[in-house]
Every structure is written in C-alpha cells, then in structure tokens.
C-alpha cells in the first residue's frame, strides 16, 4: 500500500508512482505478458460464469505487490479480463462509457474535487486560521496542552482538507515554533503531528478512502463514526497524551531540539492572512451543515460531488476571492489528481467486466453450505489482515477492491453492516501505523524536521497495537 492513507504527491503528475529497481520492472513486465497469455487461453476454456475471472484480480494483486505503478497495473488486469470475456471491441468501447457513470468512478472524482477545495483553503488562509485558532484556546501554560493542542489542530485540517501530508505542511509552519518554545523535541513534535492527522484523516467526511468505505457498506456518516472511524479517533489522541511525553523523555538525551534559527524561521508565518477568519466562519458552517445534512438524510455517495465544490465556492467568496478565481483554484488543485480519476475509471471497468465474468458465483454455488456455517469473526479478521498486508494500493481503491471481491461472501456468511465497516476500515488505515514505514510517516517526520524513523514507527506501532485490540472486542461483540 505504498500511495495510502491520503499521501499527496501532489508535484507529481502520478500520484502513484513508485521508484522499483530496473530488475524489478524487468519483473512485473514479464509477469503481465504471461497473466495475459493466460488469459487469452483461459478465454476459449470458458465464458462467463467461470472461475477464470478470478485471474485479472490475481494478477492485478501480484503487480502491485511487486511495484508496479498501480494505475499501469490496473490497464494490465481490465485487459486480463477483457480477453478471458472475448470481448469484441464495440463491447470494450461501451465498457468504458459505462465505467464513467459507475459509482467507482465518481469516488475518483470526489477525490478529485477535495484536493480542489484543498488549494482554496490553503490560498485563502483558513487552514492556517483553523491551525492557529485550536493553539489560542489550548495556550502554551504546560506542555500537556500543547501536546492536545497540536493533536487537535492536526486531526481539524486533516479532517478539513481530507489529506495527511497535504494538511500538516500547512500546519508544520505554524506549530513548530511552539513546540519549540515549549522545548519539546523533533521526535516528539513528529509524534504528536503525525498522530493527530491520523486521527483527522480516519473521521474526515469526504476523504476518498471513507466515502468508498460508506457506499461499499451501505452505511451514513453517523454509523461510520459510532461503529470504527470515533473509536479510533478517540483511542489516538488518549495514546497520544501517553506516547508523545514517553517518545519526549526518549529523546531529550539525544540533542534532537530545534535550533534558533530554525523556529525564526518558522515564526515567519504566524501573521493571519486578511479576510481569513471570515473565510474560516463561513467553511466551518457550510461543512457543518453539509455533514448534518448528509446524516439525517443518508445521503449517498453523489452528495460530496455537490458539497465539496459549494465549500469551495462559499470560502472563496467569503475570503473575497471572485468566481473565476475559485474556479481556477479548484481546478489547480484538482488537476494534480488526474491520475487518481483514470485510476478509478479503469478500476470500475475492471469490476464490472468481473461481474460478467461471475467467480464468486460460481464459488457461492460450490462451497455455499460450508461457507454459510464459516465464523463471521474469523472471516472478517482474515479480510481485515489481508487488506492490512497482502492487498497494495491507494486506499480508496483498495476498499473497493476489497468490497468487489469479498463483499458479496460476506453478506453470505453473516457479517453484518458495522463488521463490514470495521473490517475496511482496518485494511484501508492500519498500514498507516506500521508494520512497515510508509509515506505518511516520513511525511509527517520530514514536516517536524525530525529524521528518527525509528521512532515514527514506534508511535506508529503504539498506535497499531492497541487499535487492533479494540477492533478485535468489537467484532467479538458485532458477531452473531
């Protein structure tokens, strides 16, 4: 899962990417000619409803697991199943007309659309106002409260703007230099950062991967809180008041403190932006109202397509910005997220073009008895470990993936709507903590100008442990 949990790269023009070894391209291109080989084979055996169609997901799953460019490997695995389907070329064309209306695709979009809303927060000053205005209220009077302060400025903009790394650089100029004055160490200012927007990322209304979460679940907003995203939230911050003084009192020893020049530096961006308070009012109440709406009225998946460019609109006004100033904001903001819209075009095509192909069917109608009398805990622990592990990818997509491939004998076992929320939840967020390190850590550690990566990963693993005994109690209790 090298591009999860909300990771920007926005420079980039793919915002997957991955650096692999030339040996290790060799690799992957050669494992793509032979899956597809195959599936020109596999496409006289049998049409649909055939087990083949359980090799475009194989062979997408190995692709990335060996670092293929996700959105390269995903071409490779629509066309895997297109050739076990033998489809004809106009079949194909009308495939991909559908995949745009497909609710897959629009996740992308909505992705999309935030990373426009984010620009404009971040042009007009409101993230900078959200980030100053928690520090005001906690004050500096013990480090305790900084330490929540910074916690909760964190999970705020994250929470607002829907992404990690993108989030807390527009924090990091304004929080360094009180937890410098506060003396508190670059490990233990990473920590808190990085815990924080966690927390933030897990809860945000209109994060990619927690929309997909929702449609795939069936689930509101309300629901998504009560039964995973609140209690993780929650569990971070309380281990937050414990991990960041212990990772404080590791590290005072170790001259890990920030310089004079340093926090100077940094001190530079205190000064609010003018017309930014009004700005930051009027975003808070629309994104308010939107989530309450959204609550009370269940609705689905379509709704940030209109809430996300209403916020943008709204704060831009409010900020002073004209219409055809917002409108290029958004669109800056959201064009460096193309890759991430085609990423989801073609994933829909490629599950659409399995649900013609029918595996599970055919599985359902093989094993459906000794299925239906499978442990619904056991069955959701397993899923939960295998998208924590063995299921690489953006988060968003990676839910889908799950949901795709999994959803279907989950309904038939037994698992029901809170599980299934809990389990992709887990699968789409726990990489985030470890076991491994991954970009959100070394954003958040290259942010607080901390280069310790072993302890990001002990605040990582801290996190990780206990959340997985939490999720394991409730899945207890959510199981029949």
Not at 246 to 274: K, L, N
Not at 276 to 283: E, I, K, L, S
């Amino acid at each position: 899962m090298s591009a999860s949990s909300g990771t920007s790269r926005e420079n980039d023009t793919n915002a997957y990417a991955v650096e692999t070894s030339p040996g290790r391209n060799r690799l992957t291109n050669v494992i793509a000619l032979i899956g597809l080989v195959a599936s020109v084979c596999a496409g006289f055996l049998g049409n649909g409803p055939t087990l083949w169609g359980l090799l475009p997901i194989a062979l997408y799953a190995l692709l990335s697991l060996l670092g293929m460019d996700i959105v390269i490997a995903t071409v490779v695995a629509l066309l895997s199943g297109v050739l076990v389907a033998r489809m004809p070329p106009l079949e194909i064309g009308a495939l991909l007309g559908d995949s745009l209306a497909d609710q897959v695709t629009m996740i992308g979009l909505i992705i999309m659309l935030g990373s426009g809303v984010g620009e404009i927060l971040k042009v007009t000053g409101v993230a900078g106002t959200i980030v100053r205005g928690v520090m005001r209220v906690v004050g500096e009077k013990s480090r305790s409260a900084v330490i929540l302060g910074v916690m909760v400025a964190s999970l705020l903009l994250v929470t607002s703007l829907g992404t990690l790394a993108g989030a807390l650089a527009i924090a990091a100029p304004i929080l360094l230099p009180i937890t410098a004055r506060m003396g508190f160490t670059r490990s233990a200012t990473a920590s808190m950062m990085f815990i924080g927007g966690c927390a933030g990322l897990t809860i945000a209304p209109f994060a990619g991967s927690n929309v997909a979460i929702m449609d795939a679940a069936e689930i509101g907003y309300l629901g998504y809180l009560s039964y995973g995203a609140g209690p993780l939230a929650a569990l971070s911050l309380i281990m937050g008041l414990i991990v960041v003084p212990w990772m404080q009192r590791r590290t005072e020893r170790a001259d890990d403190y920030y310089s004079e020049a340093e926090v100077g530096a940094a001190s530079d961006a205190d000064a609010p932006d003018a017309g930014a308070g009004r700005a930051t009012a009027a975003f808070l109440i629309v994104l308010l109202v939107s989530v309450v709406y959204a609550t009370v009225t269940r609705a689905g998946t379509a709704f940030p397509l209109l809430a996300l460019p209403v916020l943008g609109l709204v704060t831009g006004l409010a900020s002073g910005f004209g219409p055809k100033e917002i409108i290029e904001l958004l669109y800056r903001g959201a064009s460096r997220l193309i890759s991430i819209f085609l990423l989801f075009w073609l994933l829909a095509g490629l599950f659409i073009t399995i649900d013609k192909l029918a595996p599970f069917k055919v599985i359902l109608d093989m094993y459906g008895e000794s299925l239906a009398g499978s442990s619904p805990f056991v069955f959701t622990i397993l899923i939960a470990l295998l998208g924590w592990v063995g299921v690489p990818g953006a988060t968003a997509a990676q839910v889908v993936l799950l949901d795709k491939v999994f959803g279907d004998l989950a309904t038939h076992i037994g698992v029901g709507v809170g599980a299934w929320t809990i389990v992709l939840l887990f699968a789409s967020k726990a990489d985030t903590y470890g076991p491994f390190p991954n970009g959100n850590m070394v954003g958040a550690m290259g942010l607080a100008r901390s280069s310790n990566l072993r302890n990001m990963m002990i605040t990582g693993w801290a996190l990780l442990v206990p959340s997985c005994l939490m999720y394991t109690v409730i899945l207890l209790f959510l199981s029949p």
